[in-house]
């Protein structure tokens, strides 16, 4: 059915117009349901056939609605993006790229800028999103596990959308594996969690001593980097210093890695910020591990030879770092498939029990969200493609689960439906 007619509404962080994603290619005009405009005036932002509203809420003033973080347009892409053949992240995992509900019109509330989301933002968001009309809401948007419902804006603002026959869909939270780390926990709303796909974009590290653990990266320099040569490993946290061990930018001011492969450990600063500051430091790659909790390794789009790696294996990758005189390479294996367990849940979904729902289960539903390629606001990686409207990224979160679940919302459970479900159908059925 693919949606048809059906307008999801997503309140993030704005969008991407002009990607191919948001193409209207053979888009019908928006609904006769529909009652919004296009945008605020004055603000530059075009609508076309599949993006038909773009607003921004800051503090009592509507600013651009254009997408400068990424994340709302990578929710946006998951749920509804049109079909693109060729999508890949530099290079891996390239095939075709499509939303749950690629011929849905989109509805875009933006509220959530450089220092944060604000309630008021929120809530004045979703009030619009019900005038214009929408048919269901996304609302990716973080909120913490011990706020009380009448304290958290996504249930507030639901509660109006449900009266009015609109599903409202948010992510369960990325603070697990932690127990009652839950968030979105209203009965009203669908809370989806996220788990993982059998796909890898597949690296491997290769010791000096000949052992191997796989990792992920996005980035694979096949034709740049020489995996035949080993390089010598260089850990900036073996003197004890935190920042320096995370491989935080300014805490490697003073350091040169010329020619080695360097150790990070995960946390305070994007993966990707890593590598920038280790590739000005002259380093030929990096390995970084996880913390024992952390059971998924990512595929970022790295500017610098890279492997993510489990914490078993960056354990084993420390000691041998640490008794010999170490050396390593990276080795790149493209895109895999058939990795198992999957789906398994990804260690960053918050788990319950809920601590302010009275224990009532969530989350909901689980859904894909662990290395989801969707639509990017700008170039990745360190050979940016001329053609920036062609941009994907992988991401990984609750909020690329909810965005599946948004776009699953079929018409048949819609007011306009000839035979529509009530919200508690819907959540039953999800």
């Given at each position: 059915?693919?949606?048809n007619?059906m307008v999801?509404g997503?309140?993030?962080?704005?969008?991407?117009p002009g990607?191919?994603?948001?193409s209207?290619?053979h888009?019908?005009p928006?609904?006769?349901?529909?009652?919004?405009?296009?945008?605020?005036p004055?603000s530059?932002?075009v609508?076309?056939?599949k993006?038909?509203?773009?607003?921004a809420?800051?503090?009592g003033t509507?600013?651009?609605p254009v997408d400068?973080d990424?994340h709302g347009t990578?929710v946006?892409?998951?749920a509804?993006?049109?079909?693109?053949?060729?999508?890949?992240?530099?290079?891996?995992?390239?095939g075709?790229?499509?939303g749950?509900?690629?011929?849905a019109?989109l509805?875009?509330y933006k509220?959530?800028?450089?220092?944060?989301?604000a309630?008021?933002?929120?809530i004045?968001a979703?009030?619009?999103?019900?005038?214009?009309?929408?048919?269901v809401?996304n609302?990716?948007?973080s909120c913490?596990p011990t706020?009380p419902?009448?304290?958290?804006?996504?249930?507030?603002?639901s509660?109006a959308?449900i009266?009015?026959?609109?599903?409202a869909?948010?992510?369960a939270?990325?603070?697990?594996?932690?127990?009652n780390?839950?968030?979105?926990c209203?009965?009203w709303?669908?809370?989806?969690g996220?788990v993982?796909?059998d796909r890898?974009a597949?690296?491997?590290?290769?010791l000096?001593?000949?052992r191997?653990?796989?990792?992920?990266?996005?980035?694979?320099p096949v034709n740049?980097?020489d995996s035949?040569?080993?390089?010598?490993?260089?850990y900036?946290?073996k003197?004890g210093?935190?920042?320096?061990?995370?491989?935080?930018?300014?805490a490697?001011?003073?350091m040169?890695f010329r020619?080695?492969?360097?150790?990070c450990?995960?946390?305070?600063?994007?993966?990707?910020?890593k590598?920038?500051a280790?590739?000005?430091?002259?380093?030929?790659?990096?390995i970084i591990?996880?913390w024992?909790?952390q059971?998924?390794?990512f595929?970022?789009?790295?500017?610098?030879?890279?492997?993510?790696?489990?914490y078993p294996d960056?354990?084993d990758?420390?000691?041998?770092?640490?008794k010999n005189?170490a050396?390593?390479?990276?080795?790149?294996?493209?895109?895999?498939f058939?990795f198992?367990?999957s789906p398994?849940i990804g260690y960053?979904?918050?788990?319950?029990?809920?601590?302010?729902n009275g224990?009532?289960?969530?989350?909901?539903?689980?859904?894909?969200?662990i290395?989801i390629l969707a639509?990017?606001h700008?170039?990745?990686g360190p050979n940016p493609n001329?053609m920036?409207?062609?941009?994907f990224?992988f991401?990984?979160?609750?909020s690329?689960a909810a965005?599946?679940?948004?776009?699953?919302?079929?018409r048949?459970?819609l007011?306009?439906?000839?035979?529509p479900r009530t919200q508690?159908?819907?959540?039953?059925?999800?």
């Amino acid at each position: 059915m693919m949606s048809n007619g059906m307008v999801i509404g997503i309140i993030d962080t704005g969008i991407k117009p002009g990607h191919p994603s948001f193409s209207d290619y053979h888009m019908p005009p928006a609904p006769p349901t529909w009652k919004g405009n296009c945008t605020t005036p004055g603000s530059g932002f075009v609508c076309n056939d599949k993006i038909i509203s773009g607003k921004a809420f800051s503090g009592g003033t509507h600013p651009s609605p254009v997408d400068t973080d990424g994340h709302g347009t990578h929710v946006a892409s998951i749920a509804a993006g049109r079909q693109v053949n060729g999508a890949s992240v530099l290079g891996t995992a390239k095939g075709v790229s499509s939303g749950m509900a690629p011929k849905a019109h989109l509805a875009i509330y933006k509220v959530c800028f450089v220092k944060g989301c604000a309630d008021a933002d929120i809530i004045a968001a979703i009030d619009q999103a019900i005038k214009d009309g929408v048919d269901v809401i996304n609302m990716s948007i973080s909120c913490s596990p011990t706020a009380p419902l009448y304290a958290d804006s996504v249930a507030l603002g639901s509660m109006a959308a449900i009266q009015h026959g609109i599903v409202a869909v948010s992510s369960a939270g990325n603070e697990g594996p932690k127990t009652n780390s839950l968030s979105h926990c209203a009965p009203w709303v669908i809370a989806a969690g996220a788990v993982s796909t059998d796909r890898r974009a597949t690296s491997k590290v290769e010791l000096g001593d000949g052992r191997t653990f796989n990792g992920q990266t996005a980035y694979q320099p096949v034709n740049t980097f020489d995996s035949s040569k080993l390089y010598p490993l260089e850990y900036p946290g073996k003197n004890g210093d935190a920042n320096a061990s995370c491989c935080v930018p300014n805490a490697l001011s003073n350091m040169n890695f010329r020619g080695q492969i360097v150790l990070c450990n995960p946390g305070i600063v994007k993966d990707e910020e890593k590598g920038k500051a280790l590739y000005a430091r002259g380093a030929e790659g990096m390995i970084i591990f996880n913390w024992p909790e952390q059971g998924t390794t990512f595929s970022r789009a790295h500017v610098i030879a890279a492997s993510h790696v489990n914490y078993p294996d960056g354990f084993d990758i420390y000691d041998y770092f640490f008794k010999n005189n170490a050396t390593a390479t990276l080795r790149f294996f493209d895109t895999e498939f058939g990795f198992m367990p999957s789906p398994s849940i990804g260690y960053l979904s918050s788990r319950g029990p809920s601590q302010m729902n009275g224990g009532l289960i969530k989350p909901d539903v689980l859904a894909p969200g662990i290395n989801i390629l969707a639509a990017w606001h700008k170039d990745v990686g360190p050979n940016p493609n001329p053609m920036a409207t062609h941009t994907f990224d992988f991401d990984s979160g609750t909020s690329m689960a909810a965005a599946h679940v948004t776009g699953r919302q079929q018409r048949s459970s819609l007011p306009s439906s000839p035979r529509p479900r009530t919200q508690c159908q819907v959540q039953v059925a999800s």
